[in-house]
């Protein structure tokens, strides 16, 4: 149950962030994995009409499920998500080279097919912005309890907003539950975090929301690289 008041101010808070960047940061783009927290910015940009492009990171690896999202944010905004996809050559070379699965290997190996099918694809699709925007969280990990809701990104050379920093889960799903947004089917099967379909699996209840994630690593590896913090890599471990 969450408090409605400070849901609103939440909210209100939020709205006004995505106001700001639309006014003060253009071009701006929002990176959506098309998970919970995702379509709750999604649905704010798009109904309200910020000037903020959107664009998601299809891997070539994604679940059926989150691509059928695609199809959901189309019927239900008449809008299509921009799609940036790993160069087929590194793909290509990568899996020749290693194999299909070879991020089950090593950490090494993992990185590298997250920095082709995640990390390139981000770097261009960020290209010539000002700034970016995620729907991280700070109650989403251990080390996202100190996450801004505006940072400086300084790999990037631009800014990085987190406007639902201080989102609770409850609020991410009222707000979709009565606002009537799309939701990746994912979510009702035990997957509160959703990456790659190799890399993602259900999780236990009790169990950390991101341990689903790369769930064969150790958690002081777990990254994709994705996430840096004053030109840091920021590190993703269980709580
Ligand atoms: S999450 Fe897994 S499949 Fe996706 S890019 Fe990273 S290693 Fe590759």
């Known amino acids: 149950m969450n408090d409605t008041s400070e849901y609103e101010i939440r909210l209100a808070n939020t709205v006004a962030i995505l106001e700001k960047i639309a006014s003060e940061f253009t071009p701006a783009v929002f990176a959506s994995s098309l998970a919970a927290e995702d379509m709750v ?31 959901k944010i189309r019927a239900t905004y008449a809008v299509d998500i921009q799609l940036f996809k790993p160069n087929l050559d590194a793909v290509e070379d990568y899996v020749r080279q290693h194999g299909v699965n070879a991020f089950y290997d090593s950490v090494d190996m993992r990185k590298e097919c997250c920095r082709i099918r995640k990390v390139e694809p981000l770097n261009r699709a960020l290209k010539g912005k000002k700034a970016w925007i995620t729907g991280q969280r700070r109650a989403q990990s251990a080390t996202r309890t100190e996450l801004a809701v505006q940072e400086d990104d300084v790999a990037h050379a631009m800014q990085k907003f987190n406007p639902l920093a201080d989102w609770t889960e409850d609020d991410v799903w009222h707000y979709i539950r009565s606002n009537n947004v799309p939701y990746n089917a994912l979510h009702d099967k035990g997957y509160p975090s959703i990456g790659c379909e190799p890399c993602t699996r259900a999780i236990q209840p009790g169990e950390d929301v991101r341990a689903g994630r790369w769930w064969w690593e150790n958690p002081e590896s777990k990254e994709c690289g994705l996430h840096v913090v004053d030109g840091k890599l920021v590190r993703i471990k269980a709580i």
């Not at 999604?42 to 299809?58: A, K, P, W, Y």
């Open 41 to 71: 910015l999604t649905d704010l940009i798009l109904r309200r009409q910020f000037n903020i492009g959107i664009f998601s990171l299809e891997t070539g690896r994604l679940h059926k499920e989150t691509l059928a999202m695609l199809d």
